[in-house]
Nanobody, 127 residues
């Protein structure tokens, strides 16, 4: 299993900045993708940004040019730098990780692919 610990949410005025962090821990073999999603009240969860181990980073059109995703590989930590925040950015932000974990069973060591989620951190932008 993988545990994702998010931090950095809070209340900020429009135009301000916040930095979210998410550290993955557990029996990790590799994490190929670390992402940030968000879910506003009454809306579906949407992808905000994704960082792949190989390949480009991806951003939703609504945050391009304002948000930056980065990753500290050895620490399995992903960051989301959010600038020029708008009230429309208000949501619960979730960290997600896609990768492979390991476990020991009666048959020996097994490798388990999966996607894991954090508990979410609230970001509120006031106008």
């Amino acid at each position: 299993q993988v545990q994702l610990a998010e931090s950095g949410g809070g209340l900020v005025q429009a135009g301000g900045s916040l930095r979210l962090s998410c550290e993955a821990s557990g029996n990790i073999i590799t994490i190929n993708v670390m992402s940030w999603y968000r879910q506003a009240s009454g809306k579906e969860r949407e992808l905000v940004a994704a960082h792949t181990r190989v390949g480009p980073t991806n951003y939703s059109d609504s945050v391009k040019g304002r948000f930056t995703i980065s990753r500290d590989g050895p620490k399995n930590t992903v960051y989301l730098e959010m600038n020029s925040l708008e009230p429309e950015d208000t949501a619960v932000y979730y960290c997600a990780a896609t990768g492979i974990t390991t476990d020991t069973t009666d048959q020996g060591q097994v490798f388990i692919p999966g996607q894991f989620w954090g508990q979410g951190t609230q970001v509120t932008v006031s106008s």
